[in-house]
């Protein structure tokens, strides 16, 4: 069959890199796609938010199955568009992926459903969230344990973790006054501040059966020993020791199970990935977040170890027949993902600056640099993005599947291109 991805970045390299790789698969198209896309698969130019030119591209091209990458599109109803032109597409619908599209949704579902999670405020301007903070904390130099959030998607720059009072009222005015997140900020979120280490546990689900992935953990702070603003993403590695099987268990069984649950109750069933960011606090681990697509740079190393054929469990996904797919098989070595940055990210950032040393990177051992902010130039690969590479290898344990990477990292080079050091450290300490 031939599949089309939606989307252009690391994720969707990463998917284009490993569909391509099935017995089953003939062409592979991925829409805009991006430098690395245009090697591993063949680009299209089409919007991600441009669903009739993405339909009429499937219809033409016998298109078997579309993968819908980002959150955007499937926020936007893309999965419904191309449900009713009779297409089959991998990804959670519209209403179920409010999920990630709207804090205060998932907060109501995680309610219903009684999954442990921070406590919140939901307001609807920002002088009654600033309020809330004067009123709730009045001495200066007391910690004001909060996570202030808009509501809506920010392309995971939203959310400000806050020690004190003057950094929840600027989060505040950034969101509800400066709108710097546009109308994703048209509600703000004030949770209580959870304590921990983070991990992410993605599971597939068609809203019956649920097959969890091996864990992995995120680093959202842009510097090393997560300090910083919050990015989209600065690495990942799995799986993760901080999450033990007991432990994956119990979260299957009180975290995705009545999240599930309850989504198909309420009429919005769950088709796709379901991706819970946790902390894992004193009292066990509290959901964070749910996004409803593979987490980038997560996806990287995650797909980088999955053996088994994932367009037969992406299909099984949209069949509903789950239940058909056995267990699955994973090379047992890690993986470690180190992203590559643009300089001045995640703040602003210049793009179009010449990238050197991706094909010897590549060539090294058990590495795959996967693209996620490139363009072409003529013949060469340029910066396009923020996030720029997601430098990915394997080894027989973290320690070497990071020092893989890092190796790999050291061929690269562009004007102001920056990492962080330290991503895996966590499982090592």
């Known amino acids: 069959m031939n599949v089309l991805i939606i989307g252009n970045g690391g994720r969707e390299h990463a ?16 829409a805009p796609g991006n430098a690395g896309t245009a090697v591993d698969a063949e680009n299209i130019d089409i919007s991600i938010s441009d669903f009739d030119a993405q339909i009429k591209f499937a219809k033409q091209n016998n298109v078997g199955l579309t993968v819908i990458g980002p959150e955007v599109p499937l926020v936007a109803g893309v999965v419904d568009a191309f449900q009713a032109a009779g297409l089959k597409v991998f990804g959670p619908d519209k209403g179920a992926s ?16 009684e999954v442990p999670t921070a406590e919140y405020q939901a307001f609807r301007d920002a002088d009654s969230a600033a309020r809330y903070i004067k009123d ?14 808009a509501d809506g998607l920010a392309a995971g720059k939203g959310v400000t973790v806050c020690h004190t009072a003057e950094e929840a009222l600027i989060a505040i005015d950034q969101i509800g006054r400066e709108k710097i997140f546009g109308d994703a900020g048209k509600t703000i979120i004030i949770e209580e501040r959870l304590d921990g280490e983070e991990a992410s546990v993605l599971a597939i689900t068609d809203g019956q059966t649920i097959v969890t992935l091996t864990p992995a953990q995120d680093h959202k702070p842009a510097f090393d020993g997560d300090l910083g603003p919050n990015t989209g993403g600065m690495g990942a590695y799995c799986p993760t020791p901080l999450l033990t099987d007991s432990m994956l268990a119990s979260i299957e069984e009180k975290v995705l199970v009545p999240t599930v649950h309850v989504l198909k109750r309420s009429r919005n069933p769950f088709k796709g990935v379901l991706y819970a960011g946790l902390m894992l606090t004193n009292q066990g681990p509290k959901v964070l977040e749910y996004n409803v697509r593979f987490g980038d740079p997560e996806c990287q190393p995650i797909l980088m170890r999955l053996k088994t054929d994932l367009v037969d469990i992406l299909e099984a996904t949209v ?8 267990p699955l098989d994973w090379d047992p070595r890690p993986a470690v993902c180190v992203v590559m940055a643009s300089e001045g990210y995640p703040d602003s950032y210049e793009i179009g600056k010449p990238i050197r040393g991706i094909e010897e990177a590549d060539k090294l051992d058990s590495v795959k640099v996967f693209h996620a902010g490139t363009t072409m130039q003529g013949n060469q690969v340029v910066t396009n993005g923020g996030r720029v590479l997601g430098v990915t290898a394997m080894g027989n344990s973290i320690a070497t599947a990071k020092l893989q990477a890092y190796t790999a990292v050291k061929q690269i080079r562009w004007e102001g291109a920056w990492c962080r050091k330290d991503i895996s450290d966590k499982a090592l300490g």
């Open 136 to 149: 709730r904390f009045p001495h200066e130099d007391q910690d004001v344990p909060v996570v202030v959030k």
């Open 319 to 326: 069949d509903t027949k789950l239940i058909e797919i056995g």
């Open 15 to 30: 998917l284009a890199w490993k569909i391509k790789q099935s017995s089953r698969v003939e062409r592979v198209f991925v």
């Open 98 to 113: 409010q999920l990630e599209g709207s804090k205060a949704f998932c907060k109501n579902i995680l309610r219903q459903a």
